[in-house]
């Protein structure tokens, strides 16, 4: 390395400098590229397709489209180096008359559809601006804006457009940058643009004021706004917040079935796809959730607009249909309104921040103020440059005899200006105006249009004058603007009003049809729903799984999954998956610790468990109970009936483990009196379980063994005993099979060492009894 390379390292600390880089990025992400400007309510990427299309490809609404290639391709080139297809998915939302309340974009093609199904290449597809885009950008040519260099200092482009029409909350739009976010949603462009008129005359106006006009969210599909207008308030003014939306459906009347009725669903809330919302009603339809519903089927076409079609049961209630629907599908939606936006500052600078709805209005009217000033300012100009040349052309013909000996007379273009400015009181650009007049402009009709022309531009600039002169006259101007901006372009609301009244309580019982079914546990934590099975042998498992458990019940009733970390899983039987193959993890439906595995299941169905009688204020919970012992044989019971509702994710717990201790053994016990332990160094314990105290919530319990090795020892499993009969089968690790029965080993107390049933092997494992499976036919109910 030479001196002067070692002369240029620096030496940073890395915390810092990655601090300042990744600030760096944010800052760029949050103003180069995520958030929208207040002012003309686009991101750049928009904003560039939008300029290319108006400025140099000339796309306005009367022209002919070009392919959407072409425009990706300029804007990409010229001023947006990213990648062709985000252009190009930009500019296909900007055409979705599903995503924009008023699309910007006129696009001839497939440019996607509400079913979800994409839109075609870019080659195939074509464009042009629509009427109202164009008045995003038709003051452009006034110098209205702040002009930029593009990326490669090639071109200009513009900072923001010199819009005409609060964009940002007429289309909305959604921007997620480095820690904050937009989520703005549409509006309807003749309430927006009668708020800002408000505005304009009461310049102190309040959100509260500004709401008589916007009723709220106006979205492009319609759909039913069911937040109550006096829960909107707190949204608009704090920036943030929830607007709940829901489809809107009437009863087919006109192809109404013999065999069954007919819904149909016009409208749905923002952003629902009608693809995956019929896959979703179908899971419906598939799990038997809802037996009214019998089929379901997209009718939209471009005649009759959106059409999804629900054919239910003859006689069902269509009202507990869509109950149950707007509940379990995207039928209703909560919209999340975030009003963070960039704002410019005196500098220029612009800056995020989370404006109330006056404010975001306020910033819009204050740069259409300057964009209006700017205007007739530039309007002014021109008109005094003409005015000016006029003048010149006026004092010309007063002497035009004159005028024309100098002419003939000098020698070249540059002697006859100097000769005529010494002669008249002309200056040079009047002068050289003069010289580059056609001859037949010397007539005395040109004369009189050219004084007929002189006197309407004076008019028109002592006009333009007038009106800078005042700002109360240039809102006049802006006000009349609006007003023919709203006859123009302005429709009725889609999305209808409601209240919070119309969400009725859902009570998910009242759908479920009660049938007998089979919950079966496989030993990898599987879970799946049958309704008939002849033998455990005939159910599918995964390869190298086994079936732990088949319990019966109602699909009313509920399954309680105990795991070996303490905690129980209650799920109601009807969310149990229907399957004749493996079924499902049950951790899909919970959350489970890592290394954490199902131990044993039982069902609150009370035709198998029995109903939990009333428990008198101190005393001991009534049964039934649940029998559960550790790996480090600690022993408890647990009353059942905290446990018969469903639980969440996390489950409740049962048992409270010491450090390195799992659960070994969940049982209910129905009639059983007594207890095996048993652990893996083959010593047995047999005791009453009234030695057990049963527990009023979970708890670590009482010692049921002592193991002689802790690290070495543990608790294998237990069996319930309630007939003399009742053995315990045993599996040593030789693989031979040994048989326990209470005669051989008697009542002991608890806690103690237990005796040795092997000396020469292990325990292996504790044979387990064979599953009984549940005749139904022999079941009534």
């Not at 252009?87 to 440019?111: H, I, K, S």
């Not at 704090?238 to 007919?262: H, Q, Y």
């Not at 009807?574 to 079924?583: A, D, H, L, N, R």
């Amino acid at each position: 390395m030479t001196e002067n390379q070692e002369d240029r390292i620096q030496f940073r600390e890395i915390s810092s400098e990655t601090r300042r880089r990744y600030l760096n990025y944010a800052m760029s992400v949050i103003q180069s590229r995520a958030l929208p400007d207040v002012r003309d309510g686009l991101k750049p990427v928009q904003r560039r397709i939008l300029y290319v299309m108006y400025e140099e490809l000339r796309l306005t609404a009367d022209a002919k489209t070009r392919k959407c290639a072409k425009i990706s391709g300029d804007t990409t080139g010229n001023y947006h180096p990213h990648g062709n297809q985000s252009v190009y998915d930009t500019l296909v939302r900007l055409a979705q008359d599903f995503t924009l309340r008023y699309p910007l974009v006129d696009g001839q093609g497939n440019f996607g559809s509400i079913m979800g199904l994409p839109a075609a290449a870019e080659r195939y597809t074509e464009a042009r601006l629509t009427g109202i885009a164009e008045q995003l950008m038709n003051e452009l040519r006034f110098d209205t804006v702040e002009m930029r260099p593009n990326y490669d200092g090639t071109r200009k482009e513009p900072v923001v457009l010199p819009t005409r029409f609060p964009n940002l909350l007429v289309n909305g739009t959604a921007g997620i940058a480095v820690g904050m976010a937009t989520n703005m949603p549409p509006h309807n462009l003749k309430e927006v643009l009668e708020a800002c008129i408000h505005l304009i005359t009461n310049p102190e106006a309040s959100t509260k004021e500004l709401l008589k006009f916007i009723k709220g969210p106006d979205f492009p599909l319609g759909g039913r706004m069911i937040t109550d207008r006096k829960a909107m308030l707190p949204i608009y003014e704090e920036g943030r917040g929830a607007f709940k939306v829901r489809a809107e459906w009437r009863m087919d009347k006109e192809k109404r079935a013999e065999v069954e009725d007919r819904v149909v669903i016009y409208s749905v809330p923002y952003g629902v796809e009608t693809g995956p919302l019929l896959a979703e009603i179908g899971n419906v339809i598939a799990s038997r959730k809802l037996p009214q519903l019998i089929n379901a089927a997209d009718e939209t076409d471009d005649k009759h607009g959106l059409r999804v079609v629900l054919e239910l049961k003859k006689g069902s209630d269509p009202e507990s249909v869509m109950a149950f629907l707007y509940k379990k599908t995207p039928l209703e939606q909560n919209f999340n309104y975030n009003s963070t936006v960039l704002i410019p500052d005196d500098q220029g600078l612009l800056t995020p921040a989370r404006l109330p709805l006056h404010l975001l209005l306020g910033e819009f009217l204050k740069f259409r103020l300057k964009v209006v000033k700017k205007r007739f300012q530039f309007q002014l100009d021109q008109l005094q440059a003409r005015i000016h040349i006029l003048r010149g052309l006026e004092i010309i013909f007063n002497g035009i005899d004159k005028a024309i000996k100098i002419i003939r007379n000098s020698n070249g273009k540059r002697d006859a200006c100097d000769k005529l400015m010494a002669a008249f009181p002309l200056d040079e650009p009047q002068t050289m105006a003069i010289l580059e007049m056609q001859l037949y402009r010397i007539s005395q009709l040109e004369i009189d249009t050219v004084l007929a022309e002189l006197n309407t531009k004076q008019k028109e600039a002592d006009r333009i004058t007038r009106i800078l002169a005042k700002d109360d006259r240039i809102w006049n101007v802006i006000e009349g603007e609006l007003r023919e901006l709203s006859e123009q372009f302005g429709d009725k609301r889609r999305t209808t009003l409601g209240s919070s009244d119309e969400v009725t309580e859902f009570d998910e019982s009242h759908y479920i049809v009660r049938e007998n079914t089979n919950v079966v546990l496989s030993k990898d934590g599987w879970i799946k729903r049958v309704g008939r099975l002849q033998s455990v042998e005939s159910t599918r498992v995964r390869e190298g799984d086994q079936v732990l458990d088949v319990l019966p019940g109602s699909t009313v009733d509920h399954v309680i999954f105990f795991a070996s970390d303490g905690i129980a899983y209650t799920m109601p039987i009807s969310q149990v998956p229907v399957s004749s193959g493996y079924g499902e993890p049950l951790t899909k439906h919970y959350k489970f610790k890592d290394g954490v595995q199902v131990i044993a299941a039982v069902t609150t169905d009370p035709r198998f468990t029995a109903v939990t009688e009333e428990t008198a204020e101190g005393a001991e919970p009534a049964p039934p109970h649940l029998f559960v012992t550790t790996a480090q044989g600690q022993v408890m019971r647990v009353p059942l009936q905290p446990f018969r509702t469903a639980s969440t994710r996390s489950g409740r717990k049962f048992c409270k483990l010491q450090e390195g201790d799992v659960v070994a053994k969940v049982e209910l016990i129905v009639d059983q009196t007594s207890v095996f332990l048993v652990t893996r160094e083959a010593r047995l314990i047999h005791f009453s379980l009234e030695e057990i105290p049963v527990l009023s919530g979970a708890g670590k319990g009482v010692r049921g063994i002592r193991l002689e090795e802790k690290e070495k020892d543990l608790v294998l499993g237990a069996a319930l005993m309630s007939r003399p009969s009742d053995v315990l089968r045993l599996k040593l690790a030789n693989e031979k099979e040994l048989t326990c029965g209470q005669m051989k080993y008697a009542l002991t107390t608890r806690g103690g060492k237990g005796v040795k049933v092997s000396h020469r092997s292990q325990v292996g494992e504790i044979v387990r009894p064979e599953i009984a499976l549940v005749d139904w036919n022999s079941i009534e109910g």
